[in-house]
């Protein structure tokens, strides 16, 4: 935690706390992977993207990015899935929203990360 002093838009100085988030690692940890990081940065990562497609994220992005970490599944795996969908699918999205195909993109990901769990399998198990 950081101290610092800032002066507000009146004019008048405040003490004030600041925080410094390091995507979700604690002092002292180190983040081994971009696999693991906290769910603020599997919105953030995922968000950016879209951002990057001129698209707002979508509304859900924070409950589906909570179901997609409790289940398991890689953030790589995850704007993996996202990009290639945006680059292929961007004339679908009229309004500049990203919420349009969002469903549908939710399904691709567990699906596609289902699979390649089955292929996984299979490979250690001839």
Not at 15 to 32: H, R, W
Not at 36 to 47: E, F, N, P, S
Not at 78 to 85: E, N, S, W
Not at 90 to 104: I, V
């Given at each position: ?19 410094i ?16 990081v ?33 289940s ?30 969002f469903?549908?993109?939710d ?10 769990g ?9």
């Amino acid at each position: 935690m950081l101290t610092g002093r800032v002066v507000s838009c009146f004019g008048k100085p405040q003490q004030v706390e600041l925080e410094i988030a390091l995507a979700g690692c604690s002092e002292g940890k180190v983040m081994t992977s971009i696999d693991d990081v906290d769910l603020d940065t599997y919105c953030g990562r995922v968000g950016n993207l879209y951002g990057r497609y001129r698209l707002s994220p979508p509304f859900t992005l924070r409950r589906a990015a909570a179901d997609w970490k409790a289940s398991g599944i890689a953030l790589s795996h995850i704007v993996a899935v996202i990009d290639r969908h945006l680059s292929d699918h961007r004339r679908r999205y009229y309004s500049g929203s990203g919420d349009a195909l969002f469903s549908w993109v939710d399904e691709i990901i567990r699906k596609t990360w289902r699979e390649q769990g089955r292929e996984t399998r299979l490979a250690q198990h001839p």
